[in-house]
């Protein structure tokens, strides 16, 4: 085989080899696509979250301006996975994902971060103010850390990581904390959630839900 033949082979060669590795890499997921979301959330969840994310009852909650990773999470922890149970276990919301994608999950989570958070509000001030001293001081003797450290000063979060709770209904988070409390929920990472809460009293639970429905 003469020189420039033998160039030519390796080449192909180079080329054959470059093109099987590229075949091996897998396929990026398509970008979220809101328009998408906003017409699953229309057909499936507009009910009892409101077309804007903006539920109007306290037993749902207000999903507008939440975190798209956060949002994501819980819809996939709600459908079972496997064979397995669901990692957050919930009849309604059960049978509300048991038809969605993934990729219709993240489009409804882009959807909702892009809405206009309609804030609930605190209606007691004495309690609002036992929960703004827990929420933002924590409470060492008990060995509860402060709410800011991990949802911020504003309860606006921290992308991936915590959820936006600022301006959601009282009764709701509440009620979160009770099911993280008593270990009937549990997909807190690392049982952060619970080992935070069983150490609230009710008392505490109640203040600290009534100063983030206030919080800005």
Same mark, same amino acid.
């Given at each position: 085989? #003469?020189?420039?033949?033998?160039?030519?082979?390796?080449?192909?060669?180079?080329?054959?080899?470059?093109?099987?590795?590229? /075949?091996?890499?897998?396929?990026?997921?398509?970008?979220? #696509?809101?328009?998408? /979301?906003?017409?699953?959330?229309?057909?499936?969840?507009?009910?009892?979250?409101?077309?804007?994310? !903006?539920?109007?009852?306290?037993?749902?909650?207000?999903?507008?301006?939440? *975190?798209?990773?956060?949002?994501?999470?819980?819809?996939?922890?709600?459908?079972?996975? /496997?064979?397995?149970?669901?990692?957050?276990?919930?009849?309604?919301?059960?049978? %509300?994902?048991?038809?969605?994608?993934?990729?219709?999950?993240? !489009?409804?989570?882009?959807?909702? +971060?892009?809405?206009?958070?309609?804030?609930?509000?605190?209606?007691?001030?004495?309690?609002?103010?036992?929960?703004?001293?827990?929420?933002?001081?924590?409470?060492?003797?008990?060995?509860?850390?402060?709410?800011?450290?991990?949802?911020?000063? #504003?309860?606006? /979060?921290?992308?991936?990581?915590?959820?936006? *709770?600022?301006?959601?209904?009282?009764?709701? *988070?509440?009620?979160?904390?009770?099911?993280?409390?008593?270990?009937?929920?549990? !997909?807190?990472?690392?049982?952060? %959630?619970?080992?935070? +809460?069983?150490? %609230?009293?009710?008392? #505490? *639970?109640?203040?600290? +839900?009534?100063?983030?429905?206030?919080?800005?």
């Amino acid at each position: 085989m #003469d020189r420039a033949l033998a160039k030519r082979a390796s080449a192909w060669l180079v080329a054959v080899a470059l093109a099987g590795l590229a /075949g091996a890499v897998p396929a990026q997921a398509p970008k979220p #696509d809101a328009a998408k /979301g906003q017409t699953i959330a229309g057909q499936v969840c507009m009910a009892c979250h409101a077309s804007d994310g !903006n539920s109007v009852a306290p037993a749902n909650p207000k999903l507008a301006g939440q *975190i798209p990773e956060y949002v994501h999470k819980q819809l996939a922890n709600f459908k079972p996975q /496997g064979g397995k149970k669901a990692e957050r276990e919930n009849a309604v919301m059960g049978g %509300m994902v048991a038809s969605l994608s993934d990729a219709d999950m993240r !489009n409804l989570a882009v959807y909702y +971060a892009g809405q206009k958070l309609k804030p609930a509000a605190a209606r007691s001030r004495d309690l609002a103010a036992a929960g703004q001293k827990l929420y933002r001081g924590g409470n060492s003797a008990k060995g509860i850390p402060a709410c800011s450290g991990c949802h911020g000063p #504003d309860g606006s /979060g921290m992308p991936s990581q915590y959820p936006r *709770i600022a301006g959601q209904y009282a009764e709701y *988070i509440e009620a979160q904390l009770k099911l993280f409390k008593s270990g009937e929920r549990a !997909n807190d990472p690392n049982r952060m %959630m619970r080992g935070v +809460a069983e150490r %609230m009293s009710e008392k #505490d *639970i109640k203040a600290v +839900a009534e100063y983030v429905a206030g919080l800005r």
